[in-house]
C-alpha cells in the first residue's frame, strides 16, 4: 500500500481538467450556433460531432494516432512551429481526449439551448443586446443543469477513457500513464491488490460525479416546479 | 407616420400588407387565428424577414437595400407567453434592458408591483408575470410598443387591470401601441383603430365603432353567438344560444329551427322595440 503510486490518477485528472476547460471555451458558441441555426448542413456536423459515441476507441485512437504522428503534416506542423511532439505525450493526450469526449460537451449544451423559450432569447434582441451579452446574460443562466451535466459528464468521461489514451499516448509513466491504462497493466501483471486499489477509487469517483449531476438536476427541477 | 408594406410567403397564403398606422395612435389588430397577425408584429420587430417597406417617421427599418435588426429598432414587444428572463428577479428584468432604477422604480409603480420586485418569474402569478413583461417593454421608452395577444391567457378582471395599465403607460410615453386581440370590449375600449386581417391581408380599417358594431339596416340589437341546443316545446321551437360568456334562450319559427344546427354560429338581433338596459 505505501509504495502506491498515484502520478496516473493526478495525469488523469490533469488531462480531464484540461480537456473540459478546451472543450467549454470551443462547444460554447458552437452549439449556441447550431441550437440557433436552420442550416441543412446542420445534420452533417452533428453527426460528426456524434461519431466518438459510436465508434470503437481504437479506431478513433487509430485516426489521431496516424494524423498527429511526426510524418503527418499536421504532427509536422506543430512540432516545427511549437516544439510539440503530439504522439506518446501529454499534449497529445488532451487533443485526443477533446475530441474523444467531445460530444459529451456538446450535446448537453445544444439540447439545453434548444430547450429554451426562444421569446425570451428574442425579448432580450429586442432589449438591444447583442448575441453574446444574451448568450452570457440570459441564455447561459437559463440552461444551469445541461451546464453542469456537460462539465461533469465531460471531465468524468475524460478521466474514464482507455482505449484512445493508450493508442495515442502509450503508457510512460509520468507522461502518459493515466490511472485506467496503469489499471490494465496491473491486471497484466497480475498485481490485482493495486488493480483493486485504483479500480474501486475509479469506481466511487464515477459513482459521486454522477450521483452530483442528478442530485443537482433534482434541486433544479424543484426550484421550478 | 409609420408606413408598412411587406409581402412574405406564409404556408398557406401569401402575406401581402399595405397600411399606415399615425403615430402616437393605439392600434388593434384583429382577425381570425392563423390570419398572419402575429407574423406583422414579428416582421415588424424584425424578427422575421419579409420584403418590402418599414417606414417609421424618417427612418427606414426595413427597405430594399437594409434590413435594421430588432437591436436597433426602437420598440417594446411583449409575447402572448411573458417571455420573462427566469433568472432575473423582477426589477433585474427591467434592469437588464436599460440600466435606469428610477424608471424601473416608475414602471413597477405603474403595474403595481413594487413589493414583488424581488421575486423570480416562477414566483409570480399569470397576471403579474405579464405586467412585467408590459413594464419591461417601455423601459427603452420606445417609439412603438408592439404586443402580442397580451391579455389573452388572462381571467376578465385581470384583463381589466392590464388594459388600463396598457392605456397608462400610452399617456406617459406616447408611444405608438400595436396590439393584437380577439377582444371586442377590449378593443373598443382601447384603442383608437381597427386593423382586421384576414388570409394575410388587411381586409378592413377604421375606427373601433365602425368595425366592430354588428348593426346593418334598421336592426336595433345584434349580438353573434353559438347554437348550443335546440328544444321544442309544445308547438314552438326554443334555441339554446351563448353570446359571450351568457346563455340567452330565443324562440324560433318552425322553418328556422330546421335550417340551424347545433353548433353553428348564429346573428341574434331586434328591431320591433328599444331595448332596455337594467343596472345590475
Given at each position: 500500500?505505501?509504495?502506491l ?5 493526478y ?13 467549454f471555451v470551443?462547444c460554447?458558441p458552437l452549439s449556441?450556433y ?11 456536423f452533428?453527426?460528426l460531432?456524434a461519431?466518438?459515441i ?7 485512437g487509430f485516426y489521431?494516432?496516424?494524423a ?5 503534416p499536421?504532427g509536422a506542423f506543430?512540432?516545427?512551429?511549437f516544439g510539440?511532439?503530439l504522439?506518446?505525450?501529454?499534449p497529445?493526450?488532451?487533443v485526443?481526449?477533446c475530441l474523444?469526449?467531445f460530444?459529451?460537451?456538446f450535446q448537453?449544451l445544444?439540447?439545453?439551448?434548444e430547450?429554451?423559450?426562444?421569446s ?5 434582441y429586442?432589449?438591444g443586446?447583442s448575441?453574446?451579452?444574451t448568450?452570457l446574460?440570459v ?6 443543469p445541461?451546464?453542469i ?13 482507455f482505449?484512445?489514451?493508450l493508442?495515442v ?5 509520468g ?5 485506467s ?6 491486471v ?14 475509479l469506481?466511487s ?11 443537482v ?9 | 407616420?409609420i408606413?408598412?408594406e ?6 398557406d397564403?401569401?402575406?401581402d400588407?399595405k ?7 393605439i392600434?388593434?389588430?384583429t ?7 402575429s407574423?406583422?408584429?414579428?416582421i415588424?420587430a424584425?424578427l422575421?424577414?419579409?420584403?418590402g417597406?418599414i417606414?417609421v ?11 435594421t ?5 426602437d420598440i ?8 420573462l428572463?427566469?433568472n432575473?428577479s423582477v ?5 437588464y434592458?436599460?440600466?435606469?432604477k ?8 405603474m403595474?403595481?408591483?413594487t413589493?414583488?420586485?424581488?421575486r423570480?418569474?416562477h414566483?409570480?402569478s399569470?397576471?403579474q408575470?405579464?405586467?412585467v413583461?408590459l ?5 427603452r421608452?420606445p417609439s412603438i ?23 397608462k ?15 371586442p370590449?377590449?378593443?373598443?375600449k382601447?384603442?383608437?383603430e381597427?386593423?382586421v ?5 388587411v ?11 354588428k348593426?346593418s ?16 316545446v309544445?308547438?314552438i321551437?326554443?334555441a339554446i ?13 318552425e322553418?328556422?329551427a330546421?335550417q ?13 322595440f328599444?331595448?332596455v338596459?337594467g343596472?345590475?
Open positions: 500500500m505505501g509504495e503510486d498515484f502520478t496516473p490518477f495525469l488523469s485528472f490533469k488531462l480531464a481538467a484540461f480537456a473540459t476547460v478546451i472543450l470551443i460554447l449556441w447550431f441550437a440557433n441555426s436552420n442550416s441543412r448542413y446542420k445534420p452533417i452533428e453527426a460531432s461519431l466518438p459510436v465508434l470503437p476507441p481504437s479506431v478513433l489521431i494516432l496516424y498527429l504522428s511526426y510524418n503527418s499536421i506543430f512540432d516545427k512551429y510539440l511532439k504522439v506518446f505525450d501529454f497529445g493526450l488532451v485526443a481526449s474523444y469526449s460530444p459529451f460537451m448537453p445544444q439540447n439545453g439551448f430547450s429554451l423559450d426562444k425570451m432569447i428574442e425579448a432580450s429586442i432589449g443586446k448575441k453574446l451579452e448568450l446574460k441564455a447561459l443562466p437559463n440552461i444551469k445541461s451546464l451535466t456537460a462539465i461533469v459528464i465531460t471531465f468524468a468521461h475524460t478521466v474514464g477513457e482505449g484512445v489514451v493508442m499516448g502509450g503508457s510512460i509513466p507522461k502518459t500513464k493515466v490511472a491504462v496503469a489499471i490494465y497493466e496491473m497484466e501483471n497480475m498485481d490485482y491488490k493495486s488493480a483493486h486499489i485504483y479500480s474501486a477509487i469506481l469517483i464515477s459513482f459521486l460525479v454522477l450521483l452530483f449531476v442528478y442530485l438536476n433534482r434541486k433544479y427541477k424543484k426550484a421550478k416546479s | 407616420m408606413l408598412v411587406v409581402v412574405k410567403k406564409l404556408n397564403f401569401d402575406m400588407i397600411l399606415t398606422i399615425k403615430e402616437g395612435s392600434v388593434a389588430l382577425g381570425e387565428s392563423g390570419s398572419g397577425k407574423t406583422l408584429l414579428r415588424i424584425g422575421e424577414d419579409a420584403k417597406v417606414k417617421g424618417k427612418t427606414f427599418w426595413l427597405n430594399e437595400t437594409k434590413k435588426p430588432p437591436q436597433k429598432r417594446g414587444f411583449v409575447f402572448q407567453n411573458y417571455a428572463f427566469d432575473m426589477e433585474k428584468n427591467l434592469l434592458i436599460k440600466n435606469d428610477a424608471l424601473a422604480k416608475k414602471l413597477l409603480e403595474v403595481e408591483l413589493k414583488q420586485k424581488d423570480l418569474p414566483q409570480l399569470g397576471g408575470k405579464q405586467r413583461a413594464a419591461r417593454a417601455f423601459m421608452r410598443a408592439l404586443l402580442d395577444e397580451p391579455l389573452s391567457a388572462l381571467d376578465q378582471k385581470m384583463r381589466e387591470k392590464l388594459q388600463n395599465d396598457i392605456v403607460m400610452h399617456k406617459e410615453f406616447d408611444t405608438t401601441i400595436i396590439f393584437v386581440s380577439h377582444d370590449s377590449e378593443i373598443y382601447i384603442s383608437d381597427v386593423i386581417l384576414k388570409e394575410g391581408r381586409d378592413k380599417k377604421g375606427l373601433p365603432k365602425e368595425i366592430l358594431l348593426t339596416g334598421s336592426q336595433k340589437l345584434s349580438f353573434e353567438g353559438e347554437i348550443l341546443d335546440l328544444k321544442k309544445d308547438v321551437y326554443v344560444i351563448s353570446i359571450g360568456q351568457q346563455i340567452v334562450e330565443v324562440v324560433i319559427s322553418e328556422k330546421k340551424i344546427k347545433i353548433g353553428q354560429k348564429v346573428t341574434i338581433s331586434t328591431k320591433a328599444s331595448p338596459v343596472l345590475n
